[in-house]
């Protein structure tokens, strides 16, 4: 970590109290920086906004909010690659579990180097393999990028002692959802294929920008669920999220696919 601010004070510390450390009680969300700018940061302030609806947060004030992010932006490369997060916690005291409704939300902002591997790996694919930790169906953090992330932390680890680069991660259900920290996307022909998250996993923010761009692209997307059974179906791959943007995948189990000229279009358009 570069800095960090809460409340918009800088600080590198927070409350034993806080309730996003007792009961992981709010949200954040993971900001790209390029060349001195938050991308996407409206997406970003849509996905802050719905986790405090959820969540029964009132609204952070989005002034106090983005004079701390003009704080944040000038410790990051102005020319390169940077890393802002926010975090929204409940705030007031409350007792146990009893939290105050609507409280207005403790405020954490950090900046963070970017991981540079990214780089590499959308040029040159990555290997995924099938989790075997699965995530909840219709848990309470379902859709919103909550603070209780222990099955993210576990994948982690599953992924740490595996040979590949990532997982293809399912719900209790069998359904395949996401990545460990990235949406999925499959290519069957020219068709582009992600799971339906309707009971599990997160809609990231460049996940949205695919499905805008794709169809700005005329390319025939189906949005859908997805079991293991039919991996074998597709003959393309790729995996997303807001920092990597679209990284391919070259070997999914073990087979080898290949880089389409369609996802490198999908890719140079949103880089």
């Not at 989790?131 to 576990?154: D, H, N, W, Y």
């Not at 005329?218 to 039919?230: E, L, N």
């Not at 179906?233 to 943007?245: H, I, S």
Request: proline share 3%.
């Amino acid at each position: 970590m570069i800095a960090a601010w809460v409340n918009s004070e800088p600080t590198e510390s927070v409350s034993v109290t806080n309730r996003g450390l007792n009961f992981a009680d709010g949200h954040f969300t993971t900001m790209l920086v390029e060349q001195g700018q938050i991308a996407s940061w409206p997406l970003h302030q849509q996905r802050l906004r719905r986790g405090c609806h959820l969540l029964k947060m009132a609204e952070p004030c989005w002034d106090s909010l983005w004079h701390t992010l003009q704080q944040a932006l000038t410790r990051c490369d102005a020319q390169g690659l940077g890393v802002i997060k926010v975090v929204l916690t409940r705030g007031g005291q409350g007792r146990g579990y009893g939290g105050e409704y609507l409280a207005q939300p403790e405020v954490l902002v950090s900046v963070h180097l970017y991981p540079n591997h990214y780089l590499a790996w959308q040029q040159q694919g990555i290997a995924l393999e099938l989790a075997t930790t699965p995530i909840a169906t219709l848990g309470c953090g379902f859709g919103i990028k909550s603070l209780a992330r222990t099955e993210q932390v576990l994948l982690r680890f599953e992924l740490d002692a595996s040979a590949a680069d990532d997982l293809i991660v399912c719900n209790t259900d069998g359904e395949i959802i996401e990545a460990c920290a990235a949406n999925l996307f499959f290519w069957q022909g020219d068709t582009l294929v992600t799971p339906a998250l309707c009971r599990s996993g997160v809609s990231g923010v460049m996940r949205q920008r695919v499905l805008g761009t794709a169809a700005q692209l005329g390319i025939d997307v189906q949005v859908r669920s997805i079991s293991t059974f039919q991996l074998h179906q597709f003959d393309g791959a790729f995996v997303c999220n807001g920092l990597m943007k679209l990284v391919p995948v070259v070997k999914l189990e073990h087979r080898t696919l290949a880089i389409s000229d369609l996802f490198r279009q999908l890719q140079h358009s949103l880089l």
